[in-house]
């Protein structure tokens, strides 16, 4: 997986070994200009403050963002807390996915982790109905932005129909800038990832005397790698790459990487798991107890598995990629992939918001979410 050598650098200096941190940094200050910080830059910088071994006075300037995220998080929680006050009131059980569990339980500090845009609930399949019903009472209304969303969407969710249970995972509310993403399923890549199966591996946690739940340590780690390589809206987002290295330099000594791999195999996630790894080893290889080649090597040589590391290889792993996403999110394909390169572009643009295909190939092209056999151009 190619990561830009701007962000690389500001990922080492924040997590990477003492010894290199600080020349990191200074290869950063020089070779890119402060007024040309982009969003992935911005994301890092919050931890960078907190994390740099010696700060010099340029991080006077960096406080802005720490202080920004610091507000914006706090203000998103605070209008958070009732409803799950609510969902406990009448006995919805609510496990924190992605970002809000990692600033909530893991960070532990507002300031330290940017870019919470959304809030993702896990919760049992059989209070789906309640659960909505109690959004909407606090304001929520389903978005309309996506085709697998909406008051249409809604409807069926709640009528529980298969097809939408099965191809489906999560169904998004907004109310202002907050917006929810209630789960049934913790991925669409993830077979048997409902609440339930989910329960006995769950941390248990307090907001403000209110109960709620995590995803277990190593549960995290496998969720936070497969969401963020297989990213697509936007591949450009640091955000999974921060949470790793977060969780195994705070984690380093509680991890049980025995359990870890076991895990990361029962769901099928291998290939993915390792590239991840591959982006940690590259910034810190003290984080991990072997380099991921290693733990590549030890993979079953099942169909499935074959499939999925040449589709992790292959230039053509792209269209797979977005033909497997046609499958889960366009009712109207079928489940071997578009009838029609017009139906594709169709697909795109109104999944992912894109103006016209020049749009999509760029973002096919430029923003690949897998190491590619090409390298892309390095921005001026």
């Not at 085709?147 to 249409?152: E, I, L």
Request: hydrophobic residues 40%; positive net charge.
């Amino acid at each position: 997986m190619i990561i830009e050598e701007k962000h690389q650098l500001l990922f080492t200096a924040a997590f990477g070994p003492k010894h290199i941190a600080k020349s990191a940094f200074d290869q950063w200050m020089q070779r890119y200009s402060l007024i040309d910080l982009d969003w992935s830059s911005r994301f890092i910088l919050p931890l960078l403050v907190q994390y740099f071994p010696e700060k010099p006075k340029i991080f006077d300037k960096f406080t802005r963002y720490y202080q920004q995220t610091w507000l914006d998080n706090l203000q998103r929680i605070n209008q958070l807390k009732p409803l799950i006050e609510d969902f406990h009131k009448s006995s919805i059980p609510a496990c924190f996915l992605k970002g809000t569990a990692m600033l909530l339980f893991y960070y532990k500090n507002f300031g330290m982790r940017p870019g919470i845009s959304d809030t993702d609930i896990l919760i049992p399949h059989d209070k789906l109905t309640s659960a909505v019903k109690l959004l909407k009472h606090h304001g929520y209304r389903p978005v309309s932005t996506f085709r697998h969303s909406g008051p249409a969407f809604e409807k069926r969710v709640i009528e529980g129909d298969i097809n939408i249970m099965r191809y489906h995972h999560a169904i998004t509310y907004q109310k202002g800038n907050n917006n929810i993403d209630l789960h049934w399923k913790c991925s669409p890549l993830l077979k048997n990832s409902h609440y339930e199966s989910l329960s006995l591996n769950m941390e248990k946690h307090s907001l403000d005397g209110t109960p709620v739940y995590t995803l277990g340590t190593e549960y995290q780690i496998m969720h936070t790698s497969l969401h963020g390589v297989t990213q697509i809206s936007n591949c450009r987002k640091a955000w999974w790459i921060i949470d790793l290295l977060y969780l195994l330099k705070s984690k380093k000594y509680m991890i049980n990487w025995d359990e870890l791999y076991a895990v990361v195999k029962r769901y099928h996630t291998e290939p993915f798991f390792t590239e991840a790894m591959k982006v940690i080893y590259d910034i810190n290889p003290e984080l991990l107890p072997v380099n991921p080649s290693s733990f590549a090597k030890t993979l079953p040589t099942s169909t499935l598995l074959q499939c999925q590391n040449k589709l992790m290889q292959s230039s053509r792993k792209i269209l797979r990629q977005l033909g497997f996403y046609s499958c889960l999110f366009s009712r109207s394909l079928t489940p071997f992939g578009w009838r029609s390169c017009v139906q594709a572009i169709t697909f795109l643009r109104a999944y992912f918001g894109f103006q016209n295909k020049d749009e999509i190939m760029a973002h096919i092209f430029k923003n690949s979410f897998f190491r590619m056999r090409f390298t892309p151009k390095k921005e001026s």
